[in-house]
């Protein structure tokens, strides 16, 4: 396998496939492709021994959503995680940062880079970070535990956390 050599078209094919599509169209199917990541992500709870082994599999239809428009690939994935909080919260904090950002980072790659190496670095390095973000964050949660704080401090703290996470979600910025 040679890293530097260029990809084939296909993913390009596809993209120039949906442009012909209107957009209530994309729209219809960036919501289905939401609605099938977020089951695929939530099976690791709802089934915990197989479900591990399906749940990485949500990464392929923010994938697919991505190659058909990186804006909707977007909706896609903040619907994913917005679906997530209401099915299961705890997979919601870990979906942004791993699954989600593998399938838009690859999805994007696929669009703009065209060698495999930059593709492979590209995604690699949004996946290192988002899981750096993951353990960081826990320690900063599980420094403050260990501090003599009251909990309505470590309420607002959690409050000013969740709010200025969700600040990078903007939706008018999809349009």
């Excluded at 939401?34 to 994938?63: C, D, R, V």
């Excluded at 420094?143 to 909990?151: D, G, Q, V």
């Amino acid at each position: 396998m040679n890293w530097f050599s260029i990809l084939s078209h296909e993913s390009y094919m596809l993209h120039h496939y949906f442009k012909t599509f209107s957009y209530s169209k994309k729209l219809v199917l960036a919501a289905l492709f939401s609605a099938l990541a977020a089951i695929l992500q939530s099976t690791g709870n709802f089934l915990p021994g197989i479900g591990y082994l399906i749940s990485p599999f949500a990464t392929l239809p923010i994938l697919i959503c991505t190659i058909i428009s990186i804006p909707f690939g977007l909706q896609s994935y903040v619907l994913t995680f917005l679906l997530l909080i209401l099915i299961q919260p705890g997979e919601s904090f870990v979906f942004p940062f791993t699954t989600g950002i593998v399938g838009l980072g690859l999805g994007i790659a696929l669009l703009i880079l065209k060698r495999r190496i930059g593709i492979i670095v590209f995604t690699s390095i949004l996946l290192m970070g988002g899981i750096c973000f993951l353990l960081s964050l826990e320690y900063f949660i599980r420094a403050i535990e260990n501090t003599p704080l009251r909990s309505t401090d470590f309420y607002f703290l959690s409050v000013y956390l969740m709010g200025s996470i969700s600040s990078f979600f903007k939706m008018d910025s999809f349009y």
